[in-house]
């Protein structure tokens, strides 16, 4: 143990005694650690943010279209369905006896750039993200008039937008809409908390809400100035999507075949762990690109690191042979070098650690109101260990290359170098 | 355990860095325990060679080589290592001491690799810190030097910390390879007299090798490697010039 000692104190010394080179060298590793464990936490955070957009659902039901295509309609409201489904077969299929509920969604317009959800209250008392979480008001109330609208999170903020606020629904998807529907304003009724999921985004009215937008203008105004109606009540000729959560899970792959072969019309009902799992397939290569490319980065400030320790060998034979003249054994001095290559990269990695964990407690409000990424602040994982320690063996094992070589010479070289 | 007699002993001892060429062949080499020996060569004539199989830091290609009358060359290469780190000591021509490390941590090199030689430093004193610096005053380093980094020592002052580090633990044998042809007269006049009186005080044996024929005054016995050295004979003028 003395002498393991002794030989961690050369090595640290030895280091300090070169400590520009080493430092850098540190810097290296310490820049290269931070990119990896960053994006790996980034990508696991994406990923579970991803996983997390939607639970409980058991069937996401509409037009005919492919799993991948219908997920990202109906839920990240990315894109536009290829056709509607009518609200009959929305009837017929609420109306099962294995259904416990189902949330109808329509599609539509957008106000500068945020995508307006026509629902129910269901979707309020139903809907849920994460683990199980429901969705929960930060101010006011659902919408339980006409022209009630309810605001994602990420919609309030951007749009500087508070309970009682007019807002203007404007037609097409794009922000910058030639027709706006300056004539028939909507009151905000209740804003959601954030949820780091596309509801964020989202600007919610009842089906009927909808409806009324695409009316002519006489119509709207003495629908405006009538008396309220029951906006539950109202029914849509026809819809975009529903939600479908079953009495038993079980029951699932029995409802989603009745109705795949539904005889009204062509539907596609998808689960949405399998679809989510398949569109991630696709997500998931730029993910995989990612990590591979840390991991090179890694790699490389690695090499930075033999380079440096292969140099200095060459200027440190004299100290070699001196520590064979006071007894050290080969083996000693090849554990000298492998513990300045320990030294060099546990010490990066410590960096590397410091600043990732630093970074993502600075960088998550902005990540997640920007990429709607929910990043979980937790201290370093059993995933971030491995990975340390997957870095640290390497660097061991790189370390081993200059020692193995120093090992030899110290064998061949006697007590006086020959230079 | 009494000292033993005989501090080295080689017979038929050869030995060559290349195939087929010898650079030592000695018939017969005996130092006895408290002799202090000058070997005397010219560069060349394979005096590094014949100190680094004193030292068993490397082994003769035939023959034996005993020292404190344990055959080396029966011995692994890490007996062969632990035994250096407990009975001997080494003072090199220059580049004697490590330059991140302070003058202390330099002294304790000498018994930082076996045991019982720091089991010997602090036997025969309070403790480490109080031989050291006992050491270091008869060597003239005084208490003021050896906070100093070792970079701003002189030349002389390095030897003699090197001294230090061979003597401390009264290593059995100090094997010492050209200390003084980095110093000018005076000081290695000043150096040999600390050297030999620390080595009488340890009761070491001394294997002194120099190119300089003058110094031989200083030591009981001198050898001349050239007329022991076969190989250097056999091969002429080419390896001793």
Same mark, same amino acid.
């Given at each position: 143990?003395?002498?393991?000692?002794?030989?961690?104190?050369?090595?640290?010394?030895?280091?300090?005694?070169?400590?520009?080179?080493?430092?850098?060298?540190?810097?290296?590793?310490?820049?290269?650690?931070?990119?990896?464990?960053?994006?790996?936490?980034?990508?696991?955070? @994406?990923?579970?943010?991803?996983?997390?957009?939607?639970?409980?659902?058991?069937?996401?039901?509409?037009?005919? *279209?492919?799993?991948?295509?219908?997920?990202?309609?109906?839920?990240?409201?990315?894109? $536009?369905?290829?056709? $509607?489904?009518?609200?009959?077969?929305?009837?017929?299929?609420?109306?099962?006896?294995?259904?416990?509920?189902?949330?109808?969604?329509?599609?539509?317009?957008?106000?500068?750039?945020?995508?307006?959800?026509?629902?129910?209250?269901?979707?309020?008392?139903?809907?849920?993200?994460?683990?199980?979480?429901?969705?929960?008001?930060?101010?006011?109330?659902?919408?339980?008039?006409?022209?009630?609208?309810?605001?994602?999170?990420?919609?309030?903020?951007?749009?500087?937008?508070?309970?009682?606020?007019?807002?203007?629904? *404007?037609?097409?998807?794009?922000?910058?809409?030639?027709?706006?529907?300056?004539?028939?304003?909507?009151?905000?009724?209740?804003?959601?908390?954030?949820?780091?999921?596309?509801?964020?985004?989202?600007?919610?009215?009842?089906?009927?809400?909808?409806?009324?937008?695409?009316?002519?203008?006489?119509?709207?105004?003495?629908?405006?100035?009538?008396?309220?109606?029951?906006?539950?009540?109202?029914?849509?000729?026809?819809?975009?999507?529903?939600?479908?959560?079953?009495? *038993?899970?079980?029951?699932?792959?029995?409802?989603?075949?009745?109705?795949?072969?539904?005889?009204?019309?062509?539907?596609? @009902?998808?689960?949405?762990?399998?679809?989510?799992?398949?569109?991630?397939?696709?997500?998931?290569?730029?993910?995989?690109?990612?990590?591979?490319?840390?991991?090179?980065?890694?790699?490389?400030?690695?090499?930075?690191?033999?380079?440096?320790?292969?140099?200095?060998? $060459?200027?440190?034979?004299?100290?070699?042979?001196?520590?064979?003249?006071?007894?050290?054994?080969?083996?000693?001095?090849?554990?000298?070098?492998?513990?300045?290559?320990?030294?060099?990269?546990?010490?990066?990695?410590?960096?590397?650690?410091?600043?990732?964990?630093?970074?993502?407690?600075?960088?998550?409000?902005?990540?997640?109101?920007?990429?709607?990424?929910?990043?979980?602040?937790?201290?370093?994982?059993?995933?971030?260990?491995?990975?340390?320690?997957?870095?640290?063996?390497? @660097?061991?094992?790189?370390?081993?290359?200059?020692?193995? *070589?120093?090992?030899?010479?110290?064998?061949?070289?006697?007590?006086?170098?020959?230079? | 355990?009494?000292?033993?007699?005989?501090?080295?002993?080689? &017979?038929?001892?050869?030995?060559?860095?290349?195939?087929?060429?010898?650079?030592?062949?000695?018939?017969?080499?005996?130092?006895?325990?408290?002799?202090?020996?000058?070997?005397?060569?010219?560069?060349?004539?394979?005096?590094?060679?014949?100190?680094?199989?004193?030292?068993?830091?490397?082994?003769?290609?035939?023959?034996?080589?005993?020292?404190?009358?344990?055959?080396?060359?029966?011995?692994?290469?890490?007996?062969?290592?632990?035994?250096?780190?407990?009975?001997?000591?080494?003072?090199?021509?220059?580049?004697?001491?490590?330059?991140?490390?302070? +003058?202390?941590?330099?002294?304790?090199?000498?018994?930082?690799?076996?045991?019982?030689?720091?089991?010997?430093?602090?036997?025969?004193?309070?403790?480490?810190?109080?031989?050291?610096?006992?050491?270091?005053?008869?060597?003239?380093?005084?208490?003021?030097?050896?906070?100093?980094?070792?970079?701003?020592?002189? +030349?002389?002052?390095?030897?003699?910390?090197?001294?230090?580090?061979?003597?401390?633990?009264?290593?059995?044998?100090?094997?010492?390879?050209?200390?003084?042809?980095?110093?000018?007269?005076?000081?290695?006049?000043?150096?040999?007299?600390?050297?030999?009186?620390?080595?009488?005080?340890?009761?070491?044996?001394?294997?002194?090798?120099?190119?300089? +024929?003058?110094?031989?005054?200083?030591?009981?016995?001198?050898?001349?490697?050239?007329?022991?050295? &076969?190989?250097?004979?056999?091969?002429?003028?080419?390896?001793?010039?």
């Amino acid at each position: 143990m003395r002498i393991v000692a002794t030989l961690f104190k050369l090595a640290g010394h030895s280091l300090w005694n070169r400590r520009t080179t080493a430092a850098l060298t540190v810097f290296a590793i310490s820049m290269s650690m931070t990119l990896f464990l960053g994006v790996e936490n980034l990508r696991k955070s @994406a990923r579970e943010s991803f996983e997390a957009t939607i639970s409980d659902t058991d069937l996401i039901v509409g037009a005919r *279209s492919g799993e991948v295509n219908l997920l990202l309609y109906s839920v990240f409201r990315l894109g $536009n369905p290829t056709a $509607n489904l009518d609200w009959e077969s929305y009837k017929i299929i609420s109306n099962q006896p294995d259904v416990a509920w189902t949330i109808p969604i329509s599609l539509g317009d957008a106000v500068r750039g945020f995508r307006v959800v026509g629902t129910t209250q269901a979707y309020f008392d139903h809907y849920r993200y994460g683990e199980r979480r429901p969705l929960n008001f930060a101010q006011g109330v659902p919408f339980n008039d006409v022209f009630d609208a309810v605001l994602g999170a990420q919609a309030a903020r951007d749009m500087g937008l508070s309970v009682g606020d007019p807002i203007v629904l *404007s037609h097409g998807i794009g922000g910058t809409s030639f027709v706006h529907h300056d004539d028939h304003p909507f009151r905000i009724s209740g804003i959601l908390e954030t949820t780091g999921t596309p509801v964020d985004r989202a600007v919610h009215v009842s089906l009927e809400g909808l409806d009324v937008v695409h009316r002519p203008a006489s119509e709207r105004a003495s629908i405006a100035a009538g008396e309220p109606s029951d906006t539950e009540a109202f029914e849509p000729e026809a819809i975009t999507a529903f939600f479908v959560g079953m009495k *038993s899970r079980i029951l699932t792959l029995r409802m989603q075949r009745q109705i795949n072969t539904y005889r009204g019309e062509a539907l596609s @009902a998808v689960i949405p762990g399998v679809a989510l799992a398949q569109l991630w397939q696709v997500v998931g290569s730029v993910e995989v690109a990612l990590g591979v490319i840390a991991g090179f980065v890694v790699i490389t400030g690695l090499l930075g690191m033999l380079t440096s320790i292969l140099t200095s060998l $060459n200027e440190r034979r004299r100290e070699m042979a001196l520590l064979r003249a006071v007894g050290a054994r080969p083996p000693a001095i090849f554990c000298l070098l492998v513990m300045e290559a320990g030294l060099l990269a546990g010490l990066g990695s410590l960096i590397g650690v410091i600043l990732v964990y630093a970074g993502i407690l600075l960088a998550a409000p902005w990540v997640q109101s920007t990429y709607g990424i929910l990043i979980i602040p937790a201290g370093p994982g059993l995933k971030d260990l491995q990975l340390v320690g997957a870095v640290l063996l390497l @660097a061991l094992a790189l370390g081993a290359i200059p020692a193995w *070589s120093a090992y030899r010479r110290s064998l061949a070289d006697g007590l006086s170098v020959q230079l | 355990m009494t000292k033993p007699t005989c501090a080295v002993r080689l &017979r038929d001892v050869t030995f060559g860095w290349h195939k087929d060429v010898l650079t030592l062949d000695i018939a017969m080499l005996d130092i006895a325990h408290g002799e202090r020996v000058f070997v005397y060569g010219p560069s060349g004539c394979g005096k590094s060679t014949l100190l680094a199989l004193v030292a068993g830091v490397l082994s003769p290609t035939s023959g034996e080589v005993q020292v404190l009358e344990q055959p080396l060359t029966n011995m692994k290469p890490g007996a062969r290592d632990r035994f250096r780190a407990e009975h001997l000591g080494v003072i090199f021509q220059t580049f004697n001491l490590l330059p991140f490390l302070s +003058i202390i941590d330099n002294v304790k090199l000498g018994y930082n690799f076996s045991r019982q030689r720091r089991a010997r430093v602090t036997k025969t004193t309070d403790g480490d810190s109080e031989a050291i610096g006992q050491l270091l005053d008869h060597l003239g380093l005084t208490s003021e030097i050896r906070d100093r980094p070792v970079r701003s020592l002189s +030349i002389g002052q390095q030897q003699r910390v090197a001294v230090a580090r061979a003597l401390i633990g009264s290593p059995d044998l100090v094997i010492a390879d050209e200390p003084t042809s980095a110093l000018d007269t005076e000081a290695r006049d000043r150096f040999l007299d600390l050297l030999l009186s620390e080595c009488n005080k340890a009761n070491s044996t001394l294997l002194f090798v120099s190119h300089d +024929i003058g110094l031989a005054k200083h030591f009981d016995r001198t050898v001349d490697l050239a007329q022991l050295n &076969r190989a250097g004979a056999s091969t002429g003028e080419a390896a001793c010039e």
